[in-house]
């Protein structure tokens, strides 16, 4: 008796799987046929093998031309299924033409079987009936078996050779699929009448189902046009070939246009940019990844076909898109990357993708430049985390000269990233990159208790050194702990507040204002006091600087340099005018003046004559490591 439980349950998953595939989700590329055809197949076999066990249970109710129907539809289908599992992988791993004979040959064994299959009434060696018509396996059944075992392996084999063109959840579900069919095929062979074949390659066909039909098939719901999701599979395997390009076509400051002409009207044109996209590109191509930004996939495509598609495109975004009021023209930036050469890694791809190009207007992308300034930010994130991790930072100090006093009064911590490996890191470098990820609170914190270490135990109160001043990044500002953290570094060492300065630049006081004054004020309170760093770099905002508590304002050296260039001696005239009077309303208004960048005895002796407060720069000295420092101060100092 064959039992068909298992069969029944598994047409009922089937049947949720198609319903899944087809309402779900529209059916775009081949892959994807070729695994609703898989579903179809599968379908068949099953309802096949519940009649044909109902007849083969009971034949004496059955003529035998229906007993055969359901016998041989049942064959044909299972093991067509096995063949269908290896064209599928090859869809998957990257069809193409080349491929085309070995699928063709691939499918020999399956045509060799059916042959056999269809002309079994004349030799009856796949099945045959006794005289009570029971179906019984004929010599040559195991073919059956043999095949399918065949196509299995064959599967695997493809599969796990072209790993590294598909991703490694493809992959895996793969050989979920294949485990979970293969071992029932075993059970079902010792026990012919457990009908478990189809139910667990029905779930195998799911675990695919969820794991790379869902991921495949994701479309954008705004454009109708695939998404990142797709392009990301898509370029798993890209990467793992030669000659693609992926085109990137971008609308720059989509918020600006979303807020003009509002969502509804720019989805609307959004949607026209995906359908002519998806006519004028290969079908299937084209990429919608989110905020305007839109990429082609090109499989093997040479530098005239680039050139074509680029003047096709920049033509088309000539001319306005949309309808009526909202028809606007849109400038676009367009990108080039050759996949794999550009590239290293899918997160360079996505990264080319999500950052907006500079510049507003037309511009082609410099893709060797992002992705080498990408990469360095990503090694300098790595070298910032090991120098955390080993306390290998290290804080230079700048003695600051006071011009009234005639000694250095003062001094700039500055920090330091000398790693093994790549040697010296200037901060200009690591401090943005520390400031986007949000180390810089950890740097600023080694910095903090590095200086409050070194007032204390190399004693630079008795050297001269009044105050040491600090740089605060605007991130430390919007940290919550910063007060509590500094509070505690400063009893650690016994020292007041009054013994740091801390720096602002200038840029920083132009945004997130109130929680900067908040903060300032509090550790105002504290008796911390401030310079205003960078004065004239950024966009002065006086009023800003009238609510800051600051005591000494840092004049850039670029304006010093203007006026008096430190390598010609030159003096340009408008440049002197401005330095002479900057520093005069500064003076005016209260403020400490201090000097950045002076380099030399002619600099030195211009700002003496124009009252200028504070002298930093490589004529007095160059930041120098702790002990350096000290040694400095006891000699000049004393
Ligand atoms: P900054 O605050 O404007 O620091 C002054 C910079 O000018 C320092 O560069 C210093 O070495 C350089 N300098 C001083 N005198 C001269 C001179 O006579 N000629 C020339 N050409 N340069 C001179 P450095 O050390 O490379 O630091 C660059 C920037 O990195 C700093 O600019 C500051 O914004 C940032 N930075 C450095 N250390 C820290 C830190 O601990 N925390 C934060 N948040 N930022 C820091
Ligand atoms: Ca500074
Ligand atoms: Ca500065």
């Given at each position: 008796m064959y039992h068909i439980e298992f069969d029944i349950a598994a047409v009922f998953l089937s049947?949720?799987?198609?319903?899944?595939i087809i309402f779900k989700k529209g059916i775009r590329k081949t892959a994807n046929r070729v695994f609703l055809g898989m579903i179809t197949l599968?379908?068949?076999?099953?309802?096949?093998?519940?009649?044909?066990?109902?007849?083969?249970?009971?034949?004496?109710?059955?003529?035998?031309f229906i007993q055969d129907f359901w016998n041989y539809l049942y064959l044909s289908t299972h093991n067509t299924l096995a063949y269908a599992l290896v064209v599928y992988v090859f869809y998957l791993i990257g069809y193409e033409k080349s491929k085309r004979k070995s699928l063709i040959v691939s499918a020999a064994p399956l045509f060799t079987e059916l042959a056999l299959l269809f002309t079994n009434p004349f030799h009856k060696l796949i099945f045959y009936y006794d005289e009570k018509s029971t179906y019984l396996h004929g010599k040559l059944f195991f073919i059956i078996y043999a095949v399918a075992l065949a196509y299995m392996v064959f599967a695997i084999y493809l599969a796990v050779r072209h790993r590294k063109g598909i991703s490694g959840t493809i992959t895996k579900a793969l050989l979920f699929f294949i485990m979970v069919t293969f071992i029932p095929v075993i059970v079902q062979i010792i026990f012919p009448y457990y009908l478990l074949t189809l139910f667990f390659e029905t779930i195998g066909l799911m675990g695919l189902l969820f794991t790379i039909e869902s991921k495949e098939e994701t479309i954008?719901?705004?454009?109708?046009a695939l998404n990142r999701y797709a392009l990301n599979s898509a370029l798993d395997r890209a990467m793992a070939n030669s000659g693609n390009v992926l085109l990137l076509i971008k609308i720059p400051n989509l918020n600006y246009y979303n807020k003009m002409i509002g969502f509804d009207n720019m989805n609307g044109i959004l949607k026209r940019i995906s359908k002519w996209m998806d006519e004028s590109y290969?079908?299937?191509?084209?990429?919608?990844?989110?905020?305007?930004?839109?990429?082609?996939?090109?499989?093997?495509?040479?530098?005239?076909?680039?050139?074509?598609?680029?003047?096709?495109?920049?033509?088309?975004?000539?001319?306005?898109?949309g309808k009526g009021e909202f028809s606007l023209v849109f400038p676009v930036q367009f990108g080039v990357i050759h996949i794999p050469e550009d590239v290293k890694t899918l997160d360079d791809v996505f990264m080319l993708i999500d950052t907006p190009f500079d510049g507003k207007v037309s511009v082609e992308l410099d893709v060797k430049n992002a992705v080498y300034k990408y990469e360095r930010g990503v090694l300098i994130e790595r070298l910032i985390d090991k120098a955390l991790k080993n306390r290998s930072f290290q804080v230079y100090f700048q003695p600051i000269w006071?011009?009234?006093?005639?000694?250095?009064?003062?001094?700039?911590?500055l920090c330091r990233l000398i790693d093994s490996e790549y040697g010296f890191i200037p901060p200009d470098e690591f401090i943005p990159v520390a400031e986007r990820n949000g180390s810089?609170?950890?740097?600023?914190?080694?910095?903090?208790?590095?200086?409050?270490?070194t007032y204390q135990e190399e004693q630079l109160a008795s050297l001269g050194i009044e105050y040491v001043e600090v740089n605060l990044s605007v991130v430390q500002c919007l940290s919550k702990n910063l007060m509590k953290t500094f509070d505690e570094t400063l009893k650690k060492y016994h020292l007041s507040a009054e013994k740091i300065n801390l720096e602002i630049t200038e840029s920083a006081t132009t945004e997130n204002m109130s929680v900067l004054y908040d903060t300032i004020d509090v550790l105002k309170n504290s008796?911390?006091?401030?310079?205003?760093?960078?004065?004239?770099?950024?966009?002065?905002?006086?009023?800003?600087?009238?609510?800051?508590?600051?005591?000494?304002?840092?004049?850039?050296?670029?304006?010093?340099?203007?006026?008096?260039?430190?390598k010609t001696g030159e003096v340009e005239k408008n440049g002197h005018i401005y330095l002479e009077n900057t520093i005069r309303m500064l003076k005016d208004m209260g403020y400490s003046v201090l000097l950045e960048g002076v380099e030399t005895v002619e600099q030195k002796m211009l700002l003496e004559e124009l009252g200028c407060d504070y002298f930093q720069g490589y004529y007095f000295s160059k930041p120098l490591p702790k002990?350096?420092?000290t040694d400095f101060l006891k000699v000049v100092n004393t």
């Open positions: 049947l949720f799987i198609a319903y899944y599968n379908f068949l076999a099953e309802i096949a093998d519940i009649f044909g066990s109902i007849v083969n249970n009971n034949p004496q109710y059955t003529a035998r954008n719901p705004t454009t109708g290969k079908p299937n191509t084209s990429y919608d990844c989110g905020r305007g930004h839109f990429a082609v996939l090109c499989e093997g495509i040479d530098e005239a076909e680039i050139a074509l598609m680029r003047e096709k495109t920049m033509s088309r975004f000539e001319r306005p898109w006071n011009s009234e006093s005639g000694r250095f009064t003062s001094a700039e911590a810089i609170l950890d740097i600023g914190q080694f910095v903090f208790e590095e200086v409050c270490r008796k911390f006091s401030f310079s205003l760093d960078d004065y004239g770099t950024g966009y002065s905002n006086i009023s800003y600087m009238y609510e800051m508590p600051f005591s000494i304002i840092k004049i850039d050296k670029s304006i010093l340099w203007k006026a008096k260039n430190p002990q350096v420092f």
